[in-house]
Structures are given as structure tokens and as C-alpha cells.
């Protein structure tokens, strides 16, 4: 609709750039949109149950956007305290589909459009094991988070409880019978480990002309659950009808002590 004038060149193109890229005027900082993880959720569950993180975009994109995590040992350990699969849902959880978690623990997504968080699920083993909490971390970042990753912290409870020892051995023997031998049991394996002291003690029998005195401490290292005692039997040569000891657990640290004693 030129009046007075011939057009010669009839048009210019601008190409809007939304990754921060192109010309602004001076003092004006460039806006970069393309989504970057902006928070990482620290979930807790007991073992058995599902570590759900929530990764949080900081805006969604009418395209597909890349996006690394990676499961790493906390106190606890990926291969030792998940099981899997390892599931992902980009749809605010109402569906999970199950995902490749490589060797080092990677996982490489591609979120889809208009997606502004990811939710991954984790399966956590359950153990019989008394180990207190345990952790495990997932780390995120899309590549406009660059080398600045985001990490979350997903709390594993024990639900072994403090384990407890009893303690078992024969009830009736010939004073011929030589070396007794008394076992001591976990209910369930320790993680840090327990001890206990054990003592005989008179119930009828004398110590040192009936039987010879044991005493001392046992100690069960982190997966262990029985230990043994030992206690000799003096053959004498004076009929004197049935007698008895005990051997007795006290002072457990690590574990309470659900049977405490035994008599022969």
C-alpha cells in the first residue's frame, strides 16, 4: 500500500528466540525459558513400601525436554535397600510406566510437552535386618540446569525393631556328660551389632565341684544371630540326687534379652 513509491523490499522477518539467545537492548538480561529442574522432594517410606520423589520443572514447554536423574547411595545402598521397577509418572501420578535404570544408577527421561513435574518411583526391599534409617538421593537436571543438579533425599524406616536373644541348652544331663553347650539366638540380624555378658550361676549345684564357672561376653557382629557357650560338667564320685545351675544373660546392648536364662 506504498503511496509515492516503489517497494522494493517488502518485508523483514524477526525470529523471537525463547532459550535466551539473541539481541536485548543494553541492560537488559536475556530470559531463558527452556525448563530446568527447580526442586527435588525428599520422600520417606517404610522398607517394603515406595520412595515416590516429586521433580519439579520450572515451567513447561510446548516441546520435549530432556531430563537426567540419578539414584546414589545415601547411608543406605541403591542395590542393597531398592528392588525393583523403578517406575515414572509424568502425569501427576495416575499412571506409572516402568523405566531403564543403568549401571550407575542414571536415568534418562524425555518429559513431554506442557509437563511441569515428574514423579519417580522407587520400590524399597524389606529386610529382616535391625538397621535404624536408612537413605538413598536422587539427583536431577535438565541441560539448562548445567553442572547446578538438585538433589533430594528419600528416608528408608526400619520396621525389624530392636532385636532380642534368648537363650537355650540341654535342661537335664548325666554329671558324666563332659562339655555343655548353651546357644544364645537373635531374633533377627543387626546392622551395628550386640553384645551380652553370660554367667553361670548355683541353683542347687556348687560351682567348682559340680560344674566349672563360665562367664563373659558374647558379641554378634552386623549380621550374625547365634553364638555358643560353653560349660563343663565335674564327674565326682559322691551320690548326692540332682543339682542344678544356671547360665544367665545380662546387660545386652544392641538388643533387649526376651529369655534371659536357662536351667540344667
Known sequence: GATGAAIAVPEAATTIQDDGKGTTPPGVT?????????????PSTAEGGELSFK???SNPSTTTTPLTLKLTDGSGTVAGDTTGPVSVSFDGGATFTPVTVNPDGTINLVVPA???SVTLKVPTTDDT????AETIKLTAGTPANGATLLEGTGTINDNDGTPTLSIEGPVTVNEAAGTLTYTVKLSNPSATGVTVNYATQDAGATSGSDYTPASGSLT???GEITKTITVNV??????EGDEAFK???SSATGA???IGEVET
Open 30 to 42: 536475556p530470559t531463558d525459558d527452556t525448563p530446568k529442574v527447580t526442586g527435588v522432594s525428599s
Open 256 to 258: 533387649g534379652i526376651a
Open 220 to 222: 554378634f557382629g552386623p
Open 234 to 239: 565335674l564327674d565326682d564320685s559322691v551320690f
Open 129 to 132: 535386618i535391625s538397621e535404624g
Open 55 to 57: 521433580v519439579d520443572l
Open 114 to 116: 506442557n509437563t511441569s
Open 247 to 249: 547360665v544367665v544373660l
